[in-house]
């Protein structure tokens, strides 16, 4: 897979496919930055990697539908679950990696405005390792 567009991400929250409710992804994973400079490092620092953590941000539609995104996010608050994104609905491949990791739900929000699509956003914790796998 060269360049793609994104159309049809696969996301599930809980083990529930929320990706029809949802408008954007993005998964975000740092690395600790290290310094390691020491006498006769010539006037350059050096540096490596240390602790890495992660983080998940989630643009939902809100749905208020059985087995929706209220009814599937509401009783996480305040649990660790687990997430699952893929790139396309295709097969998982090397050119069509998933992403699965735990995540704090800490929050949710509810919010409207008058004529407007209900929108909410969520910025979630990783707890733990993220594992990338391109398949069998």
């Known amino acids: 897979m060269a360049k793609f567009y994104a159309k049809d991400f696969v996301i599930t929250v809980g083990g529930e496919d929320l990706s029809a409710s949802l408008a954007s992804v993005e998964l975000s994973i740092e690395v600790d930055d290290i310094e390691t400079t020491s006498f006769g490092s010539s006037g350059w620092r050096t540096r490596q990697g240390g602790l890495q953590q992660a983080s998940v941000s989630l643009s939902f539609h809100q749905d208020f539908g059985a ?21 396309t609905a295709a097969a998982v491949s090397a050119t069509n990696p998933s992403y699965t990791f735990d995540a704090l739900v800490n929050n949710y ?28």
């Open 67 to 87: 087995g929706a995104v209220d009814a599937t996010l509401h009783p996480l608050i305040g649990t660790v679950v687990e997430v699952v994104i893929t790139p």
């Open 109 to 136: 929000v509810l919010s409207g405005a008058v004529g407007d699509l209900a929108t909410f956003d969520v910025t979630w914790p990783v707890s733990g390792v993220v594992v990338r796998s391109a398949g069998a």
